[in-house]
């Protein structure tokens, strides 16, 4: 087989063979096959798409390029969950108390933040002490003892995702829904879960800014999971505003504890009961009905923060922070943003006040940036709110004050202000099965 001719087929819109994916795949991931040549594959697919059967096929050759998880030592159905990424979505620190307060494993491995989008390893890699980086016998040790752990990926877990995606990133080729789709399933199905629930971010803060195009991701997903043997339902949720009031990791994770507190904002425990009543009917446990029933019941009863002290303890970390926030390091400066004017918060740029909390310190500009955990934003005012001259929309915190400067600029940016709003639109948009 030839490189070349893989190209000039997929160049002509014909439908690549298995043995044609995996060649490319395999290759590539070995050297054989140079840079440019794979750049003008992944442009070809990203003009002539890929057939569900091709998708398929990508998703399982790169899933299978590294080590793939075995999660048979851990009993019972393990339901992983994952987010497509948005700003101030911390909805799994909250959902894995919830269903492992269910009595559903939890055994889960997440990423970290890039770009505009946070990830839940740097999150709970504020909480004092707290490790993340486990061994396979610990975690599964973890979750066999108190039904919960949440640990960072392995360093060799879909290795050919990871070669492809740094292509892909400087070739303008990120944007494309088998690529995309194939790329966040090959993690999902390495991690060796056996069901799969997703949530699909739609709006301004997501990768997927309209509607249309996150229901075709999300049924494109649900289709290779289904494929591959793993059931696998999505919801598909807004995130055309900030998920909650916080942004950046301990901000975000104390706004988790306040949840499970049941002291937390609205539209978090909304989305984080939808997704945990989900898990629990794709693990088994009853219809949707009796789902939300208990997921709401393990929230209320206390029994959901009880799992997340347990799973912080046995991590390394100081569970005492669920009751003392001061524990959590503290930013040297905050900087209080207050209206010039009587106005409304018509409109939300998302993915801008992401990037605010990124200049902030709470994220990282390249790899290799180290992150400033007590950095980040509060905000007050959301979309559809009026504000009224003098009042607070939002409070920075940065261990850096010329990083505040830099980060008020682009948060003012990313707040369209008018006269009037419109009404907003659910949370919950839509539900692929
Ligand atoms: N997240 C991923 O893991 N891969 C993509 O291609 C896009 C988002």
Redesign the pocket.
């Known amino acids: 087989m030839r490189m070349y001719d893989v190209i000039e087929k997929k160049r002509d819109g014909k439908e690549l063979s298995y043995d044609e994916i995996s060649y490319f795949i395999n290759n590539y991931c070995n050297d054989l096959i140079p840079d440019y040549q794979v750049a003008a594959l992944l442009m070809a697919i990203f003009l002539n798409g890929m057939s569900e059967r091709e998708t398929a096929d990508l998703t399982e050759i790169m899933a299978n390029s590294g080590d793939v998880i075995d999660l048979s030592a851990i009993d019972g159905i393990k339901v992983d969950k994952h987010s ?2 948005g700003v101030g979505d911390k909805t799994t620190l909250v959902v894995g108390p919830i269903v492992a307060a269910c009595g559903v494993p939890v055994a889960k491995m997440s990423g970290r933040g890039l770009g505009h989008t946070g990830g839940t390893i740097d999150k709970l890699e504020s909480i004092p002490g707290l490790k993340t980086a486990l061994s396979k016998e610990e975690f599964i040790e973890n979750v066999n003892r108190i039904g919960i752990s949440v640990a960072g990926q392995t360093g060799n877990l879909a290795p050919a995702d990871k070669k492809i ?1 740094a292509l ?1 990133d400087v070739t303008a080729t ?1 944007n494309s829904i088998p ?2 789709a194939s ?2 399933m090959s ?1 999902k199905i390495a991690c060796g879960a056996d069901r799969i629930v997703l949530d699909v971010k739609t709006g301004s803060g997501a ?1 997927m800014k309209t509607l249309e195009k996150s229901e075709e991701l999300a049924r494109c997903m649900v289709k290779i999971g289904n494929n591959l043997g793993k059931k696998t339902v999505a919801i598909v949720t807004d995130m055309d505003i900030p998920l909650g009031n916080a942004i950046g990791n301990s901000l975000e994770v104390i706004e988790a504890i306040d949840t499970l507190k049941g002291n937390g904002p609205k539209d978090l425990e909304e989305v984080s009961l939808c997704l945990a009543a989900k898990m629990l009917e794709l693990a088994g446990i009853g219809d949707e009905s009796y789902c939300k029933q208990r997921a709401r019941e393990v929230l209320e009863n206390g029994q959901a923060l009880e799992k997340f002290a347990q799973m912080i303890e046995r991590q390394g970390g100081i569970p005492d922070v669920i009751e003392d926030y001061d524990l959590f390091k503290k930013p040297r400066h905050m900087y209080e943003f207050t209206s010039e004017q009587d106005c409304c918060i018509e409109k939300i740029r998302t993915d801008m006040l992401g990037i605010s909390s990124m200049i902030l310190g709470a994220g990282r500009e390249t790899k290799e940036s180290a992150i400033d955990y007590s950095a980040g934003i509060k905000l007050y005012k959301k979309t559809g709110m009026s504000v009224k001259k003098g009042e607070l929309i939002a409070t920075l915190y940065s261990d850096d004050t010329e990083k505040i400067n830099q980060a008020l600029e682009t948060l003012k940016k990313s707040l369209v202000l008018g006269d009037s709003v419109e009404p907003q639109r659910p949370l919950i948009l839509s539900y692929v099965e």
């Open positions: 497509t990424g995606y892909r990120v690529l995309i790329s966040i993690k990768f």
